[in-house]
């Protein structure tokens, strides 16, 4: 077994692999959180010690990323652990025309460090990454394909805690596309708070009949919005999601009808929104968010993007047992 001390406080996590937000309860949630403002704080003040050291991550990255891959190695980093892992399959065999099979890179990677974090193009790569490295590495998903993004929610929902000091009572709106990973593994993590979620989606990008009906069974209320413009003045938060598939609509606010991919913009907000309303995106942005935003106080998105080192700094030291 990769670890071998007693389990800590933080057991939903110890020694298990990470790959789908369905995992979690509330109460892992909230002790993640104090576990990553405790690592926060420490790091911060110059008191952190080295946890992790001799612990290695290893990054398997099929797919490209700048702050999924980043913030999980500076994560271990900064708790003394170790790094190895590449960022292009193709330089190593686990791409190219001499391609191993998935199971026997993961088998061999397992051999090689304490936790992997995969990315992958396809959905459910990370399940047989999990499998192949039985109880010799925790994998972690950080995304595949359509599937889920289970750590990237796990910043999204630090970021709102974070901001607001809560997240029951919140009224969150999704806009964009409805169907990408990161929004799916959001309405699963906000399932366990007592907050009311709305939807404005882009043409043809709605919520997918699984996820609806999955938050319908946990008395989940998603309100449907068609018009941003609806929605703006309800919220408390926005959560814009990336446009990957498709590009931006070269529309602009003053059309008729401000549908889910309508860039967000300072007037915009300014018009509809309240003063404590804040914009977040996993990033990166295209049009989705407008640099106009960015010095306004609606800007939720760069702490965000900062979150992402201690929550990952907090779900390492769970999963490795050093808590």
């Known amino acids: 077994m990769v ?31 104090s576990e990553a403002e405790a690592l926060r704080d420490a790091a911060e003040h110059g008191a952190l010690q080295a946890p992790l050291a001799g612990r290695i991550l290893v990054s398997a990255f099929f797919d490209a990323s700048t702050r999924t891959r980043l913030a999980h190695e500076t994560a271990m980093l900064r708790l003394g652990g170790g790094v190895t892992g590449f960022a292009d399959p193709e330089v190593t065999r686990a791409g190219g025309a001499t391609q191993e099979s998935l199971h026997d890179v993961f088998r061999m990677l397992s051999e090689y460090g304490d936790a992997i974090v995969v990315r992958h193009p396809e959905t459910g790569v990370a399940a047989v990454a999990a499998h192949a490295a039985g109880d010799r590495a925790v994998v972690i998903n950080a995304g595949d394909g359509t599937g889920e993004h289970p750590t990237q929610t796990l910043t999204d929902l630090y970021s709102i805690w974070r901001r607001f000091g809560k997240i029951d009572g919140l009224r969150i709106g999704v806009v964009n596309d409805l169907r990408m990973r990161c929004t799916r593994s959001l309405l699963r993590g906000l399932r366990d708070f007592d907050c009311t979620v709305y939807a404005v989606a882009a043409p043809g990008k709605g919520l997918d009949p699984q996820l609806r009906q999955e938050c319908a069974e946990r008395g989940q209320r998603v309100q449907v919005c068609e018009d941003l413009r609806e929605m703006l003045p309800e919220v408390d938060a926005v959560y814009s999601s990336p446009t990957i598939l498709d590009e931006v609509s070269d529309r602009t606010p003053a059309d008729d009808m401000l549908r889910g991919d309508a860039p967000l913009t300072a007037a915009l907000l300014d018009e509809y929104g309240h003063p404590g309303l804040a914009v977040f995106h996993p990033l990166p942005r295209k049009g989705e968010i407008d640099a106009s935003l960015d010095p306004t106080p609606f800007n939720g998105y760069w702490d965000q993007a900062h979150n992402g080192v201690p929550i990952r700094m907090a779900l390492l030291s769970l999963m490795l047992g050093c808590k």
Do not use: I, N
């Not at 670890?3 to 993640?32: C, I, N, W």
């Open 3 to 33: 670890v071998t001390a007693a389990a800590p406080a933080g057991a939903a996590l110890y020694g298990k692999h990470l790959l789908s937000m369905r995992q979690f309860q509330r109460p892992d949630l909230e002790h993640l959180f």
